[in-house]
């Protein structure tokens, strides 16, 4: 494959403050979750022929990048997060030739791609692994994994408490060639997604390799998967405690957000830096606080971290304004962009978990009440978008799409719905391909049908049925975008000014431009704060006042 270049850069420079500044620091970045895009040959599964094709409609709605989830080999045990080959396309989504063209013409759209990366864990059909697997204990290559003897009289217990994210222990036990049982080897998420050993100079000098072959060809950035789990603690002590799951996120785990990882995405920043275009990389960390997500931006190692803390707050004024806080706090320090984001392939649409009663959490299996849920996720939308950093859109958001909460048992393909414990297996309900015209067979994805059932009625929430229409929800987003490209108070930066507001409401400054929120579920009476630019449900000014409806945002210029 030829090599080719980014799009032309911004250029990266310090601003008067000293904070970095780059074209990151204020994108909308758009995910797409590939085998749910579009579908370019009519199997029924999207495909990145798919993606390219509708690659026009990614750049009108004005997005500054497009993140494709997973399309390498794999067996597909976990949605493409096991991956066999790292520098192979999985025949489901096409061939090298096919990614190349997809860098190809979105660069030429001026759209900058981003693929997602799995350096913590690979399949267990990846060459290094069936090896290790094959050549029997000793192997050379099982010290790339962490393959261990087990405990009590003859092995038979695994060699830590540790337990599995989908559900189980977090070891699988091996056998050997002449039928007996044999080590263990860990696997934090799937038995199919073997833990990489990142002690081993081996790995890391693999993955450098793979972050420069895609490096040259052509894309602009990773987003790391697991990015907090690379490194275990020594030893690997037990944790001591059953329920792990309930710990996550509120304490540092032996073997999730050791300080190790640092040093490798060091290591991986001087690749990033060597390229021209502003390479970036993404942390998907999971940490106990904003501040510790904060060590993964710090100047020399990533560019960005996902503010799943910021995914996770109710629809609530007082705990938004805590949230945005703490993390425009937090990552100032670091010179490094806040970001933002409301859904994405692993938790329930924003449109469904506003529709739902609060403290249910990101993965909600009711479909509550649809048009309130509606009107809550056009505000969040419109607030997500005016806070000072870079926003993440995830496919379908921009057309109100709500979870898919009455699939039937036997359509799901979730892994973790087939466990018996661990994970929510209820992620099917967000990756529902998604609606592009009124009609057909799956509502313009394909030509053919959708690998999961998409709803009755899901044409009217369609692209084409939204395109043009004034006070839908895709010109809503499409409205906002635009603005952020052209106002001077929106995009990048690092810090709102609260003005004083009634209990339930949000109302911030930034230059040139005013935000006001109502969480409530009652019209407020508001000052008028100067001239509306964009509000999530019509407002009319009376004289001085503005009646704020229910649960919905409005942007100001001033």
């Not at 025949?91 to 013409?105: E, K, N, Q, S, Y």
């Not at 599995?164 to 044999?182: E, H, K, L, N, Q």
């Not at 690997?236 to 799951?245: A, V």
């Amino acid at each position: 494959m030829t090599q080719h270049l980014a799009a032309p850069s911004t250029g990266t420079s310090d601003d008067a403050a000293g904070h970095r500044t780059g074209w990151w620091q204020d994108a909308v970045i758009y995910q797409v979750y590939p085998r749910s895009f579009a579908d370019g040959n009519g199997d029924g599964m999207g495909d990145l022929a798919g993606v390219t094709a509708r690659l026009p409609y990614l750049r009108d709605l004005g997005v500054d990048a497009v993140w494709l989830s997973p399309f390498y080999a794999s067996p597909q045990a976990d949605a493409g997060y096991d991956v066999a080959d790292y520098r192979a396309i999985d025949p489901m989504f096409g061939t090298l030739l096919d990614a190349d063209a997809l860098i190809r013409d979105a660069h030429d759209l001026g759209l900058r791609i981003i693929v997602d990366l799995v350096p913590n864990h690979s399949s267990d059909q990846h060459e290094w692994f069936k090896r290790a697997l094959a050549e029997g204990p000793g192997s050379a290559l099982r010290e790339r994994y962490h393959f261990r003897p087990g405990k009590g009289v003859s092995g038979e217990l695994p060699p830590n408490d540790w337990e599995s994210i989908f559900g189980g222990p977090a070891w699988t036990r091996t056998t050997d060639a002449d039928g007996t049982p044999g080590e263990w080897y860990l696997h934090l998420f799937a038995p199919e997604q073997p833990d990489f050993n990142w002690e081993h100079p081996a790995v890391a000098d693999e993955f450098r390799s793979i972050l420069r072959f895609w490096l040259d060809m052509g894309v602009d950035g990773f987003r790391v998967d697991v990015a907090h789990g690379l490194v275990k603690a020594e030893g690997l002590p037990d944790l001591g405690s059953h329920d792990q799951l309930k710990l996550l996120g509120n304490d540092v785990m032996p073997f999730f957000d050791q300080d190790g990882v640092h040093e490798i995405y060091r290591s991986w920043r001087t690749i990033l830096d060597e390229y021209p275009g502003d390479r970036i990389a993404v942390a998907e960390a999971w940490t106990p606080t904003v501040e510790r997500t904060a060590n993964y931006v710090r100047p020399d190692e990533m560019h960005q971290a996902f503010n799943f803390q910021y995914l996770a707050t109710a629809w609530d004024a007082a705990q938004l304004r805590t949230v945005i806080d703490t993390s425009l706090n937090a990552m100032r320090p670091v010179g490094a962009p806040t970001t933002w984001v409301l859904s994405n392939h692993d938790v329930t649409r924003h449109a469904t978990r506003f529709a739902n009663p609060a403290g249910l959490g990101t993965q909600i299996r009711t479909a509550g009440d649809r048009e309130l849920g509606l009107r809550r996720a056009r505000a969040a939308s419109l607030l997500m978008l005016a806070l000072p950093g870079s926003a993440y859109v995830y496919q379908g958001e921009e057309l109100g799409l709500p979870d898919v909460t009455d699939l039937p048992d036997e359509a799901r393909q979730d892994p973790s719905f087939f466990r018996a414990e661990g994970q929510d297996g209820f992620r099917d309900g967000c990756r529902v391909p998604i609606p592009w015209t009124r009609e057909g067979s799956s509502y313009g994805f394909g030509a053919g049908s959708s690998w999961l059932p998409q709803p009755a009625g899901w044409g009217e929430l369609s692209i084409e049925a939204q395109t043009g229409v004034a006070g839908s929800t895709l010109e809503l987003y499409r409205a906002a975008i635009a603005a952020r490209r052209v106002h001077p108070g929106l995009g990048a930066g690092t810090a709102v000014e609260w003005l004083d507001a009634p209990e339930g409401l949000l109302v911030f400054a930034r230059p040139g431009f005013v935000c006001t929120v109502n969480t409530t579920s009652a019209p407020v009476r508001i000052p008028v704060r100067g001239t509306v630019l964009l509000s999530s449900t019509p407002v009319a000014a009376d004289g001085a006042e503005i009646e704020l409806p229910a649960d919905s945002t409005v942007w100001w210029t001033v």
